[in-house]
């Protein structure tokens, strides 16, 4: 996440647009306890610019942490 996004503590979610506070540049931000991969956290800075609030970051990590059904070619 950019420097940018980390001073704005009154952010929009680049993900939904919603309002949210991000607390990271206090040093305490709720996401900090959420357990992302480092392939997770590299995917989510391609996708966006910026802090995602903490209801996409969970929506995100538990789309990436569940299993995929099977493809079906047929």
């Known amino acids: ?3 940018e996004a980390r001073t704005d503590v009154n952010s929009r979610c680049p993900r939904c647009g919603g309002g949210f ?3 990271a540049a ?7 306890d959420l357990k ?3 392939a997770q ?3 989510l800075s391609r996708d966006y610019s910026g802090c995602l609030c ?10 990436t942490l569940a299993p ?5 070619r047929g």
Not at 26 to 32: K, L, P
Not at 54 to 63: A, K
Not at 68 to 72: D, G, I, L
Request: proline letters at 3%; a neutral charge; one cysteine or more.
């Open 21 to 23: 506070h991000c607390g």
């Open 54 to 63: 903490l209801n996409c970051l969970r929506e995100l990590q538990q789309q």
């Open 1 to 3: 996440m950019s420097d």
């Open 36 to 38: 992302l991969s480092d």
């Open 41 to 43: 956290r590299q995917q």
């Open 68 to 72: 995929r059904a099977p493809v079906h």
């Open 26 to 32: 206090g040093a305490r931000c709720d996401c900090f």
